[in-house]
């Protein structure tokens, strides 16, 4: 991997948010238990590491263990501009959006361009945006 890949500690909610995710982007999500990489520094169950996989978008996430802080996410955004067809994109801001807060509508901006903020249900913010004059 040559990316540059988002990994996200959760508290605890490590199956949801990536199995969320997996659903709204389309991708395989494949999930490590805690047991299964040999820690007893948390529940058997908490997720080790899991990852989006086969898909349009690339996450790392897993489950805090112990005094480690988890996600909070303040001044930083995850980008999805371009990277797909306008009504694709149009679809993954509106179930980003679904349990998680608006921040900016995905609208035309002044220079011909859409853009838009959500925060999602799982505290990640994202900016999704696409060029062109498409109405969906």
Known sequence: MTDL????????????????????????????????????????????????ADGPV????????????????????LSLLGTSDPTTLRNWFARLSDGGRVVDELQ???WGDYDGQVIDRHGVHWLIGFQGDQVG
């Open 5 to 52: 890949t988002p990994y996200l500690h959760l508290p605890g909610t490590a199956r949801e948010a990536l199995d969320f995710y997996g659903a709204v982007f389309g991708c395989n999500v494949h999930m490590h238990s805690f047991e299964e990489f040999g820690r007893t520094d948390g529940p058997a169950d908490a997720i080790a590491h899991v990852y989006l």
């Open 58 to 77: 690339t996450l790392f996430a897993s489950d805090v263990a112990g005094d480690e802080p988890p996600l909070r996410c303040e001044g930083l955004m």
């Open 108 to 110: 035309v901006r002044p």
